[in-house]
């Protein structure tokens, strides 16, 4: 421990600074828990000074390292000496997860960190991995470097090359929808041109406008999202589709965030499948009876809401990133739920206009209309058993492949395929029986 780096010279000198306030803070915590109270009690624990108190917190605040579950969620923190060495890039070569892939028979030994290589690492390369949300726009990265490790990142993503393409995180669709994208628009550079086809974004104004609403809500969503999550839902409900409105790209801050937390509240208030279990709520929530439709309506949105986090993670998320796995092994769950009130057995509208797949970019003829999405019935089965698959292969290179078979949540996701697929597989043969057993219906000669 007394090895690893601190930044007790770099603290600032002014106690209102942000990262005095913050090793006073922590200090007082040690001090308390300790139950310290002299100086001279320091010295039972090592600690010879006050100064040499802050040191330790400054060690553990720069080397520490979040302990998650096998989904990633934040449980605590710990320290490895030998992981601390390993310096930062904000687009990391590795990554450092709990994967839990022992099983039964090494739980004692768990959670148990694991260095897990993203990207093929050359002899004598640097192993790179990220101290904090990559997700971020560089100006804010580089904030929360410097208040938390007392440096400036120097990555290619940081400082880019002046033929790089724009970054997605701070993107937004081409204003021609030429397929290109645009660098956003800020205060300082209102000036903004498609990187391909270099039509100029006109109203910046109101992108500006929607980019500062949106980062305003987000801070408020996640101030409420445990006291009141009802309203931090309805927050990302209404800001997201202003953003997407005003051409922010999937990836874009702070549209991923607000997606990202839009379905994390989705699926956690979703409504409990399982018969065997009574749930119980609060006089408001049990005053709207939930009716199979709008059941069926809050598993529609909670798909569409991880959908579009899914699709912002992997515009800026190397393949393999264990975040983006996660995304797709949760969208793939959703979309294998059973539907409370499925469409495909409700009788067709004969009237309606004829429907092209939503993943057409264009508009073929105006009188067809975009098929739904979420699919329903056997098509969202299918739907959901291909986005498994291709969760596992990205499980697999984020939590490990060979014995950690992309961690607990790869070996869920792969049972979890096995059993969509073989439901498939019972439903196609029903099928084919049924067609089998039409009568024929007899050709006049």
């Known amino acids: 421990m007394d090895a690893m780096e601190s930044h007790r010279a770099s603290i600032s000198k002014d106690p209102n600074s942000h990262d005095s306030q913050v090793y006073t803070q922590l200090s007082h915590a040690v001090v308390r828990f300790l139950g310290l109270q002299s100086p001279q009690d320091m010295v039972e624990f090592g600690m010879q000074s006050a100064a040499e108190l802050i040191d330790l917190v400054s060690r553990f605040t720069t080397n520490t390292f979040t302990i998650s579950t096998p989904a990633l969620t934040p449980l605590g923190a710990c320290v490895s000496p030998v992981v601390a060495l390993i310096n930062h890039s904000c687009d990391p070569n590795a990554v450092v997860v709990f994967p839990r892939a022992g099983g039964e028979s090494r739980k004692h030994e768990e959670p148990l960190m694991q260095v897990i290589a993203l990207k093929p690492i050359s002899q004598n390369e640097e192993i790179l991995t990220a101290y904090i949300d990559t997700t971020l726009p560089r100006e804010t990265r580089q904030k929360i470097l410097r208040e938390t490790y007392h440096f400036s990142c120097q990555c290619t993503l940081c400082v880019p090359s002046l033929v790089a393409p724009p970054d997605m995180r701070e993107a937004m669709w081409c204003p021609k929808k030429c397929g290109g994208v645009c660098v956003l628009p800020t205060e300082e550079n ?6 391909r086809c270099k039509a100029p974004v006109k109203d910046t104004d109101a992108v500006l406008d929607a980019v500062r609403v ?20 309805q927050l990302t409900t209404k800001l997201v589709p202003i ?3 005003a051409g922010l790209v999937p990836a874009a801050y702070p549209l991923l965030a607000l997606s990202r937390l839009g379905a994390s509240l989705s699926i956690a208030h979703l409504p409990s499948s399982d018969p065997q279990v009574e749930e119980v709520f609060s006089p408001e929530v049990e005053g709207e009876k939930m009716t199979p439709e709008l059941a069926q309506e809050a598993l529609d949105d909670a798909v569409r809401a991880a959908t579009r986090a899914s699709t912002g993670l992997s515009q800026i998320l190397v393949e393999g990133h264990p975040v983006r796995g996660i995304a797709l092994a949760e969208l793939g769950k959703l979309l ?3 539907e409370p009130k499925p469409t495909h057995v409700e009788p067709k509208d004969t009237t309606s206009s004829p429907v ?3 993943t057409s970019s264009f508009v073929l003829n105006p009188k067809l209309r975009a098929a739904p999405y979420p699919p329903s019935g056997p098509p969202r089965l299918k739907l959901a058993y291909e986005t498994l698959v291709r969760a596992r292969m990205e499980l697999m290179i984020g939590f490990g492949g060979g014995k950690n078979e992309g961690g607990e949540v790869g070996k869920q996701v792969r ?11 019972v439903w196609k043969s029903g099928v084919r029986n049924a067609l089998q057993d039409r009568p024929k219906i007899p050709v006049k000669q």
């Not at 209102?190 to 990187?195: A, Q």
């Open 190 to 195: 209102s000036l903004t041109r498609c990187s």
């Open 336 to 338: 294998s739920v059973d």
């Open 415 to 425: 049972q979890l395929a096995v059993d969509i697929e073989k439901e498939l597989m």
């Open 214 to 233: 949106g980062e305003e809500a987000l801070h408020k969503a996640e101030a409420l999202q445990f006291s009141d999550p009802k309203k931090a839902m």
């Open 356 to 358: 092209i797949p939503s």
């Open 243 to 245: 953003l997407i409105s």
